[in-house]
């Protein structure tokens, strides 16, 4: 079974527009850790935030927000205001078990954003 | 650098040879990890270092992967006997220990093999 689902192979966008990119998990664990990841062209992974299972406001930086429904296993990230330079693959990943040990992250398979102008 | 650095960027070998992928961590990180990603996947664990010591190499495919981290830094990723299948980019990151949060990843190594 996967752990992680990214359900959008692709999504097009219109410049300014919000975007919202979809990710499931799996895990029994109670602690573990949520991650999200842009892959530009240039093959650099970037982080964009992270989200603690305990945390009980959804993580925000910048522009990004991640909507975290523990609940449902729900981790979508929120893009306000889209630029072309968000076009990307995006990609959700996942560390299960507390921080002090590995960051061991399993991924999902990516979304590929295109911002159009 | 400030960044983890990964050398060579790219490798060309052809079946059966041996390959040498190196990693050079942000300073002060102790751990480091080993990331393989095939082309239009997600990146999937292959080891990972605490300090000298390979704490975890549960991702490692086969014995024919091996690697190193002499002093708790750089480390070298070794492949011998190269397959066709083993053509993917090779993914290091590093991070503080015990710190929750981000993997800082360099920009990959891209193996192909002919």
């Known amino acids: 079974a996967q752990k992680i689902t990214q359900t959008q192979p692709g999504m097009f966008v219109q410049e300014k527009e919000a975007v919202t990119l979809d990710c499931t998990y799996d895990?029994?664990?109670?602690?573990?850790?949520l991650f999200w990841y842009k892959q530009p062209s240039s093959g650099e992974m970037i982080f964009l935030i992270y989200?603690?299972?305990?945390?009980?406001q959804n993580a925000t930086e910048g522009r990004y927000s991640l909507n975290f429904q523990k609940a449902r296993k729900s981790a979508n990230l929120v893009i306000s205001a889209s630029q072309l330079g968000d076009s990307a693959m995006y990609f959700c990943a996942m560390r299960e078990g507390g921080f002090q040990g590995a960051q061991k992250l399993v991924f999902g398979q990516g979304t590929r954003l295109t911002i159009n102008p | 650098g400030a960044g983890v650095s990964q050398t060579p960027s790219n490798k060309v070998t052809e079946k059966g040879k041996y390959v040498e992928l190196r990693c050079d961590p942000i300073?002060?990180?102790?751990?480091l990890y080993w990331y393989r990603q095939s082309l239009g996947q997600g990146p999937e664990f292959l080891i990972y270092f605490q300090g000298t010591g390979a704490a975890d190499d549960s991702g490692l495919p086969n014995d024919r992967f091996f690697a190193v981290r002499p002093e708790g830094s750089v480390s070298t990723l070794k492949i011998q006997r190269t397959e066709r299948g083993d053509s993917a980019v090779y993914l290091c990151a590093s991070s503080p220990s015990g710190v929750a949060g981000e993997l800082f990843f360099g920009e990959g190594s891209r193996l192909t093999v002919l």
């Open positions: 895990t029994s664990d109670q602690s573990y850790g």
């Open positions: 989200q603690g299972s305990y945390d009980e």
């Open positions: 300073s002060g990180h102790t751990a």
